[in-house]
């Protein structure tokens, strides 16, 4: 009994270099939410297909460091075609902060590894999910599976 958004047809994009991170968040986000999801493996890849059908997407979760374009500077080109788009950055690196991922643009911050409650949480307080979205499953899966952590 998982509680599903209508997504009208559009799709969440995840950008990661790291194929394994890449597509265990994916697994994650359409097991736990139900959404359709996109991989790219470069920012590269994943601007072009912005680019090409920007309504095609609602929400973006990109890593920070990536060979060729960091994620700073893909989500602010992703901004230049949206400045609407919600953009969620995912980083091991201990050298960003929140502060200046909001002044980058982020709609928030993932520190890697994760526990899955922080992405439920960073989701819900970013707009993306509504405030009850997790009560269903926490009702279904008691104790909630919390401890799952995304490296």
């Known amino acids: 009994m998982k509680t599903k958004l209508n ?7 995840v950008v990661d270099d790291n194929t ?17 999801v996109e991989c ?19 929400f973006v979760i990109t890593d920070f460091d990536m060979p060729g ?10 901004h230049e075609i949206d400045p ?3 953009v969620l950055l995912s980083t091991g690196s201990g050298i960003v902060s929140d502060d200046i991922v909001e002044e980058w643009g982020f709609c928030g911050c993932l520190h890697k590894p994760f526990p899955l409650s922080q992405l439920k949480t ?3 307080r970013a707009g ?3 405030k009850n979205f997790f009560e269903a499953e926490a009702k279904v ?11």
């Not at 374009?69 to 992703?78: A, I, K, N, S």
Request: proline residues 8%; hydrophobic residues 50%.
């Open 69 to 78: 374009m960091d994620g700073e500077e893909l989500c602010r080109r992703l």
């Open 128 to 130: 993306i999910l509504p």
């Open 40 to 58: 790219f493996h470069s920012p590269q890849a994943a601007l072009a297909a912005f680019q090409k059908a920007p309504e095609r997407y609602e």
């Open 141 to 151: 899966f008691s104790p909630a599976p919390a401890a799952l952590m995304v490296a």
């Open 7 to 13: 997504f009208s047809g559009k799709r969440w994009m």
């Open 122 to 124: 960073i989701l819900v």
């Open 20 to 36: 394994d991170i890449l597509y265990l968040t994916s697994a994650i986000l359409e097991r736990l939410i139900g959404v359709p």
């Open 84 to 86: 609407a788009l919600k």
